[in-house]
C-alpha cells in the first residue's frame, strides 16, 4: 500500500530517493493509455522505478510493456518531476522523494493486458482526464504533454 503526500506540511520525511520513468502513450485517434493503480485506486501514467542495468528510456519501455501488454519506443521528454514536496509513503517504512522522468513514445504493437499492479486500463480522450481520479503529479505531466511544449519542463 502506498500514501501520496503532495504539499503536505505534515507529511513524514523522505528517506530514499528511487529514479522512476513514466510514459506518455497515444493511439491513432489521440486517445492517452491510462491504469488505475490498485496500490492507491489513482488512474496513471504507466511507469515504475529504474532497475540497475538498464537506461532510464528503457525504464518507460519496460514499464508500459509490464503494466500493459504493448510494445513502445520512447521519443521525447515531457519533462524531470522531482518536486520535493511530493513524497509517497509506503506500508514497509519507505518514503520516496519523487523522481521521475515523463517520456513520449511512439507505439508500435502488442496485446493491451492488465497486469497486477492494475485494476483497469483504458484509452482515454484528453477530453474526459479532467473527470478522471488522478494524483495531481499525473495530471500535471500530461498538461504538460498536451501544452505541446517546446522544451521539457524542469521541475
Not at 7 to 27: C, L, M
Not at 41 to 65: F, M, N, Q, S, Y
Not at 130 to 136: G, Q, R, T, V, W
Request: net charge negative.
Amino acid at each position: 500500500m502506498r500514501i501520496d503526500h503532495y504539499n503536505d506540511p505534515h507529511a513524514p520525511q523522505p528517506n530514499s530517493v528511487v529514479p522512476s520513468a513514466s510514459a506518455i502513450v497515444t493511439d491513432t485517434e489521440g486517445r492517452i493509455l491510462l491504469v488505475k493503480r490498485r496500490d492507491n485506486t489513482l488512474w496513471a501514467l504507466p511507469g515504475g522505478g529504474h532497475d540497475i542495468g538498464e537506461t532510464i528510456a528503457g525504464t518507460a519501455v519496460r514499464e508500459v510493456k509490464e503494466e500493459t501488454g504493448l510494445d513502445v519506443e520512447v521519443t521525447g521528454l515531457v519533462g524531470i518531476y522531482t518536486n520535493p514536496a511530493h513524497v509517497v509513503a509506503f506500508s514497509d517504512g519507505e518514503v520516496r522523494q519523487q523522481f521521475s522522468l515523463c517520456f513520449t513514445t511512439s507505439l508500435l504493437g502488442g496485446t493491451l493486458a492488465i497486469d497486477h499492479e492494475s485494476t483497469d486500463i483504458a484509452w482515454t480522450s484528453p477530453a474526459d482526464i479532467a473527470a478522471l481520479d488522478m494524483h495531481p503529479s499525473m495530471r500535471l505531466r500530461i498538461t504538460h504533454y498536451l501544452q505541446h511544449r517546446t522544451s521539457p519542463y524542469l521541475g
